[in-house]
């Protein structure tokens, strides 16, 4: 039986991957879980699964959770915890979010273990230092657009960059501000962006996907994950949330994976493969009117797209700078110091400030995260 060690295990991918395993508790055993606040909610998880190890973001939350669950579990701390405990199973989920996944991430390529990806964050943030460490490994994605690519790719043209592909088109529901006039993108409050029309997530990814930074970061997951150039990764905005992407091969075949908006069928799908879990999360019902449009995405009202696919062809520390800037921009929004209009703005300036910066280790990553941070604060600070 695979073990899992399900690291962000209180957050929205993590707890709808707790649901998959316990769909499947004679197929998965858990034996790690991380997590960065709600302690008592990740103590009752560690409760229900019998689950040895436990890993949480400080010391404090170490005495916290140690009244909470039985003597015996192991309690691990901070970055070098979750890197321990990525490695530590079969298959790691690293459902964290932010660039605080990257030790998972690294944690989990390094020990030869299957990466269930949802933190795209640090693929994006430290893709050249991924592709060392990696050595051809396949990553199992978690986001739901990369999971319908990876299903529509199949296993076969991974080893010649996938010649017979002519492109990814990634879907973008186009989040809820998809139809505003320009001129009300001006005013948006915080409970407005964090409207999500089609799907409940976390609140960092909502704001992105307000914005579209998300799909910009969706865009170099993409090139990043499957080996394929920024030049043949399309976007396309489809409200209705059920392609979940699609693959163009050069004979003109456009392959789609549709399913109602449900996370549980990326997940079960990054655990199970090559084989499908039963389960039918997400199953369409085609016998009501299932609609499906497309459109262009509005390039110039939402900037973030075009700045994440500048930032991919610079290259580089480019990217790890413009998903930090990024990270900075969305928390002081939450916190009422930013207006929604500034927030791809203060991106945008502060990769004004990026000078070729080189990634070779993961200190380099960690010394670029931190650099772009500094700028970023000053610049929403101005
Ligand atoms: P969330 O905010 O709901 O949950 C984040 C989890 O990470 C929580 O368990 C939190 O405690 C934990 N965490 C944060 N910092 C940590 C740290 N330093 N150490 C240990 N744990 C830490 O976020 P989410 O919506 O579940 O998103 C998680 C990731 O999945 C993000 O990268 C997001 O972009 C991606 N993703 C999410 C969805 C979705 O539907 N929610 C869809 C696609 C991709
Ligand atoms: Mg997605």
């Keep these: 039986m695979p073990s899992v060690a399900l690291l962000g295990a209180t957050g929205s991918i993590g707890t709808q991957t707790l649901d998959v395993l316990r769909a499947h508790r004679d197929e998965f055993t858990l034996v790690a879980l991380a997590g960065g606040q709600r302690l008592a909610e990740l103590a009752a998880t560690v409760n229900e699964f019998s689950v040895p190890a436990v890993a949480v973001r400080h010391e404090a939350d170490a005495t916290t959770i140690r009244g909470l669950v039985p003597t015996s579990t192991e309690i691990l701390v901070g970055p070098a915890g979750l890197e321990e405990l990525a490695g530590r199973a079969d298959i790691c989920v690293n459902a964290v979010v932010g660039f605080a996944g990257l030790s998972a991430t690294l944690g989990a390529l390094r020990a ?33 657009e990369h999971s319908a690519i990876f299903q529509c790719l199949g296993e076969s043209g991974r080893d010649d960059g996938y010649r017979e592909v002519s492109r990814i088109i990634l879907t973008a529901s186009g989040g809820p501000f998809r139809t505003w006039p320009r001129e009300d993108l001006q005013r948006i409050t915080r409970e407005q962006a964090l409207r999500h029309p089609t799907w ?41 949330s059920i392609v979940h992407s699609m693959v163009e091969y050069i004979d003109g075949a456009t392959l789609a994976q549709l399913s109602e908006p449900d996370m549980r069928l990326p997940i079960a799908v990054s655990l199970g ?43 580089h520390g480019a990217p790890t700078w413009l998903s930090a800037a990024n990270e900075i921009a969305v928390e002081a929004f939450l916190d009422d110091r930013l207006a929604w209009c500034d927030i791809v703005p203060v991106v945008a300036a502060t990769l004004d400030s990026y000078d070729d910066q080189e990634l070779v280790t993961e200190a380099d990553v960690w010394a670029a995260d931190a650099a772009a941070r500094d700028i970023a604060r000053r610049v929403v600070a101005r």
């Design 273 to 315: 493969a090559p084989h499908r879990l039963a389960g039918g999360f997400g199953r369409m019902d085609f016998s009501k009117n299932v609609e499906l449009t497309f459109e262009a995405p509005r390039w110039d009202d939402f900037p973030a797209l075009r700045l994440a696919y500048d930032a991919g062809r610079r290259g």
């Design 200 to 240: 409940a997530m976390g609140a960092k990814i909502t704001i992105d996907s307000s914005t579209l930074m998300n799909k910009g970061l969706e865009v170099l997951e993409a090139s990043a994950l499957f080996g394929i150039e920024l030049d043949r990764v399309d976007v396309v905005v489809h409200p209705q």
């Design 112 to 144: 030869g273990r299957r990466l269930a990806l949802a933190n795209k964050e640090s693929l994006v943030a430290a893709a050249p230092v991924v592709e060392r460490v990696r050595q051809g490994q396949v990553i199992y994605p978690i986001d739901s």
